[in-house]
């Protein structure tokens, strides 16, 4: 719902604001007075391009703004989230500028956004009925859903939908399997001969790095003889030895331990590392006794990581990863295993979902059939009825290739003369029988997927009478549905107002205001008894204008 709408220095607006109603706003004035201005702004803001031209004279910019309660309508809200635009709760709001040097801004809820965003956001929130481009009844796209909400077959539609997308993941599965079947074979024996490659090389989680260890300490055997054996001399066995010395040292202090008892600790503590020298001398003397210069093992390792160093070169780039595509490549054998299996059960499927796919699309196709007629027909009457006599409406249907919607392609033709042939309503050119042909569309239809405002511009252009008072119960009625706004020149249609605009335009010293008043009852008579008198309002047009709206 339009709650309401802005305009600062727009066109030749100094500002106004209106407020929308619930039900039907009737927009009323004289010739020129400015309705179209309240067309043209809302327009703008469902992202119409535009130029500068609409910026007041002598003003650098033009605003406009719309503010709308969305609370029923999840698809915006939708819309919002996948645009990373937080929601306002039950509101939305639209700021669009444009300045006198051409650039523009958009604001969706007080974030920056771009026209892109704007026009994804706004579609099918307003259906404008005239010489516009927001007409979603008008789009070849829509007319598919629009003939199966009619039909009450939107259930089938989408368990048909539904079964074609299985179909289709199956069918493509299916084939990729087939024409993979060879691939499939050379590469299993690949893996089985990666895989039987690795278990001969008899890899063990860090084998590598001991091995590294070993031939380094056998490189370096000569050295480590020379260092283990010298040392082992110094602290024990060689002529003053650190051994000795510390046994020498121990020996005096014990002398003098009569003399000054506090040095006992000092000689337990030369006599405790003593010990601890004399395990360091034997255990370099066994790391000597031990350690062999081995020539043998050392080719063996050496050719132990030549062959490890071949592996990570195929295969990974440590013994542990390899380790790990092992098993990686275990399963994915596994899966070839029952390949054949797969294939099967993949065609069988198939096969089935393709049955079920003939028989619903062929039900589909039967009821959209039934329903186009039933649809035609209403329409066709209901076209009638506000004025366009010779009308002719077909709901044309031709089969397409198979897709989510079905194997059918559903147009809207219109003919404004039983002598013509009737072609895409989309290139109707009479905005009159165009917003005409839309009320009585909307009126048949039940609600479909789409906005939730109608706006119709001079719906009521070229007719009168009994006709113009059809178009007006048409209009009045879908207010019950909708939220409409209808710019009327008829008295007829304004009567069913229940929210009255008055659009008023004056000049005073040589400034052009425009001025939208929203009229009580009295002042609603009044307006009413303009449009039945012209220039001179009588008492007696008074009370017809009266009379007109009490019935």
Do not use: W
Not at 269 to 288: K, P, Q, V
């Amino acid at each position: 719902m339009l709650l309401g709408l802005t305009l600062k220095n727009f066109a030749i607006v100094d500002g106004i604001s209106v407020n929308f109603g619930k039900g039907l706003n009737i927009i009323t004035g004289e010739t020129g007075a400015g309705k179209s201005i309240i067309l043209d702004a809302i327009n703008f803001i469902l992202g119409d391009k535009a130029s500068t031209d609409i910026i007041k004279s002598g003003k650098e910019e033009a605003h406009v703004e719309a503010l709308f309660d969305i609370s029923e309508n999840m698809t915006l809200t939708d819309r919002l989230n996948s645009l990373g635009i937080q929601s306002a709760g039950s509101e939305l709001l639209i700021k669009r500028i444009i300045t006198s040097k051409g650039k523009g801004r958009v604001f969706i809820n007080g974030s920056i956004a771009t026209i892109g965003m704007l026009e994804q956001l706004t579609d099918g929130l307003i259906d404008i009925f005239g010489q516009h481009e927001h007409q979603s009844l008008l789009k070849e796209v829509n007319h598919l859903k629009v003939l199966d909400e009619f039909g009450g077959l939107t259930e089938l539609t989408l368990g048909y939908s539904t079964l074609y997308h299985k179909y289709n993941g199956v069918s493509k599965e299916f084939e990729e399997f087939k024409k993979n079947r060879a691939g499939h074979k050379e590469k299993e024996d690949f893996l089985r001969f990666q895989c039987k490659e690795i278990d001969l090389a008899e890899l063990k989680p860090g084998e590598e790095q001991q091995l590294h260890n070993e031939r380094k300490i056998l490189a370096n055997a000569e050295k480590l003889h020379s260092i283990t054996k010298h040392s082992y001399e110094n602290i024990y066995e060689g002529e003053g030895s650190v051994f000795d010395l510390l046994k020498g040292i121990r020996g005096e202090i014990e002398k003098v331990v009569d003399i000054d008892g506090s040095l006992i600790g000092i000689a337990e503590t030369i006599e405790r590392g003593s010990s601890e020298i004399e395990e360091a001398a034997f255990n370099l003397r066994d790391y000597r006794s031990n350690l062999h210069y081995d020539t043998e093992r050392l080719d063996t390792i050496e050719a132990r990581l030549q062959d490890i160093n071949r592996i990570k070169q195929k295969h990974g780039v440590s013994i542990e990863k390899i380790l790990e595509r092992r098993k990686e490549m275990e399963e994915e054998l596994e899966k070839f295993s029952n390949y054949d299996e797969r294939e099967k059960e993949l065609e069988k499927t198939k096969t089935e979902l393709e049955q079920k796919i003939k028989n619903r699309v062929t039900e589909l196709s039967q009821r959209r059939l039934k329903a186009a007629q039933r649809l035609s027909q209403a329409v066709e009457k209901g076209i009638r009825n506000v004025g366009i006599k010779g009308g002719k409406y077909l709901v044309d249907i031709d089969k397409k290739e198979m897709s989510p919607s079905g194997c059918d392609r559903v147009t809207f033709l219109f003919s404004a003369n039983p002598d013509e042939k009737t072609r895409p309503i989309s290139k109707v050119a009479s905005g009159g029988e165009l917003s005409r042909i839309m009320l009585v569309l909307k009126e048949v239809i039940s609600r479909v997927e789409g906005g939730s405002i109608l706006i119709f511009d001079e719906a009521d252009s070229g007719i009168g009478g009994a006709v113009a008072e059809t178009v007006g119960r048409k209009i009045e009625e879908l207010s019950k549905k909708y939220q409409v706004i209808c710019i009327t020149h008829l008295p007829q249609v304004a009567k069913f107002a229940k929210t009255h605009f008055k659009v008023t335009k004056s000049f005073k010293d040589n400034v052009t205001k425009i001025d939208v008043k929203v009229l009580d009852d009295e002042e609603g008579v009044k307006e009413l008894a303009r449009m039945l008198g012209g220039i001179k309002i009588t008492k007696k047009t008074i009370e017809a204008a009266r009379e007109m709206i009490e019935k």
